[in-house]
């Protein structure tokens, strides 16, 4: 790939995109993780303003310590940045305490997971209706239109993508060209979504290399049967992922009725 032609005509599509919606800005969270980073120094070049959101919700430190020192490291180079604090952790648990009670909690840790996205979604886009920006995805091409790994109206909730059609080896190249912190370069990748440290590889059951691989062999017309051993066991995960949150990729489907059912009996 070369780096930095591809960050250079981000830059230029992020700019022209936000000058042709007579957009002066953007607004992005800040999670402490690579993706979020690379698209938040991207958004920072074009020179137009940039609100860093921090929106903890119950977050292992560690994310919230990386998080830190990358928007203190992009005020310091550029000054078009700002940072916004918010804290999610109350609204989170009033929500959770306003829902009814179940009798196994295990049975809704995914949903207050999604919701815990949703939340952050809807604070996004209300800095962005307040200063006139538009809120910038951070989702890469495997995670967007691989593997689905994200929240519908969540994190996939967004105005623009800038990263999306690059690959999450492709985004850490990215990173260490533009100087993204070494803590967040060496960082295990992960959502963030549960209070701890568990990783998108624990999570999925392969890492973001192998997931890459198994997109371009399924782009490739390939199936599970063209492969043994691990990469059997990995292009059958991809394929399990990519069935389950189609949903997420497509269009919302809409129910067409039939002209002849809209004349008049």
Known sequence: MQTEKVVNHIVDWLKTYANNANIKGFVIGVSGGIDSAVTSTLCARTGLDLMCIEMPIHQAESQVTRADRHIDWLMQNYPNVSRQPVNLTPVFDSLVAALPKVENEEERFMSLANTRARLRMTTL????????????????????????????????????????????????????????????????????????????????????????????MADAGKTANDFEGRKKEVFAIYKRFNTANKHKMVPIPVCEIPKALKSAD
């Open 125 to 216: 886009y209300y800095f962005a209706a307040l200063h006139g920006y538009l809120v910038a995805g951070t989702g890469n091409k495997v995670e967007d239109f691989g593997v689905g790994f994200y929240t519908k109206y969540g994190d996939g909730g967004v105005d623009l993508s800038p990263i999306a059609d690059l690959v999450k080896t492709e985004v850490y190249q990215i990173g260490r060209f533009l100087g993204v912190n070494q803590d967040i370069l060496e960082a295990a990748p992960t959502d963030g979504l549960w209070g701890d440290d568990r990783t998108d590889e624990d999570q999925i059951g392969a890492s973001y290399p192998e997931l890459e691989w198994a997109m371009e």
